[in-house]
């Protein structure tokens, strides 16, 4: 089945992993059914990227809504 959106123990351990990473200056919201990571560095989003491709969290994820420079 196709589900949108993440369920929300999902969004929370997504959310819980990038906080533990300690990253600079990024910041994890839920809204909703998705998960908002804020930075003002380019270079730290796409850090958040890459860890959590690099993880399993059982849901596909997807990426958007670069802010342009």
């Excluded at 839920?30 to 958040?48: A, C």
């Excluded at 690099?54 to 809504?65: A, K, T």
Aim: no cysteine; proline share 3%; net charge positive.
């Amino acid at each position: 089945t196709i589900q949108q959106g993440i369920p929300s123990d999902k969004g929370k351990a997504i959310a819980k992993f990038i906080k533990d990473k300690k990253l600079k200056k990024v910041q994890a919201q839920i809204q909703g059914d998705t998960v908002r990571i804020l930075s003002p560095s380019r270079d730290e989003l796409q850090n958040v990227m890459q860890l959590l491709k690099s993880e399993d969290f059982g849901v596909e994820l997807q990426f958007g809504n670069f802010r342009s420079a």
